[in-house]
């Protein structure tokens, strides 16, 4: 599976964009995928993920209810919709999936629990 991150850039405080994330080789729908993201001179750190198509999603505090996972199954392409953008937001972001079904939920956070990851795209929030 290869996964293709795309949509960064830069962007005002309280500004939006929308991350893109399209997978080739196996479909998404079965397995978790998730977003992280690591701030410069951080760990990378959980943003969202949902443990299969029409499942819960789950967010880090620091982005409920500003942030928004969602799917595409005919395009095999995952979003994250990011509004109300902080300069504490800035930084690159991935996109994961698991590769596998039956991801519990204590592991859906962990990175881990991730097999293949994009390579990253950079969200800077500046004015």
């Known amino acids: 599976v290869q996964l293709q991150a795309s949509g960064g850039g830069l962007v005002q405080p309280g500004g939006s964009l929308r991350l893109s994330c399209v997978a080739s080789g196996d479909t998404l729908d079965h397995y978790a995928i998730a977003w992280f993201r690591q701030a410069p001179g951080k760990e990378r750190e959980f943003v969202s993920a949902?443990?299969?198509?029409?499942?819960?999603?789950y967010y880090a505090d620091a982005v409920k209810g500003r942030f928004t996972m969602s799917r595409d199954s005919a395009k095999n392409t995952m979003y994250l919709q990011m509004d109300s953008l902080k300069p504490e937001d800035t930084a690159v972001y991935y996109c994961?999936?698991?590769?596998?079904?039956?991801?519990?939920?204590?592991?859906?956070?962990?990175?881990?629990?991730?097999?293949?990851w994009g390579q990253g795209t950079l969200v800077t929030v500046s004015s």
């Open positions: 949902t443990r299969r198509r029409g499942g819960h999603i």
């Open positions: 994961a999936s698991s590769g596998v079904t039956g991801i519990i939920l204590s592991a859906i956070r962990v990175e881990d629990s991730y097999t293949y």
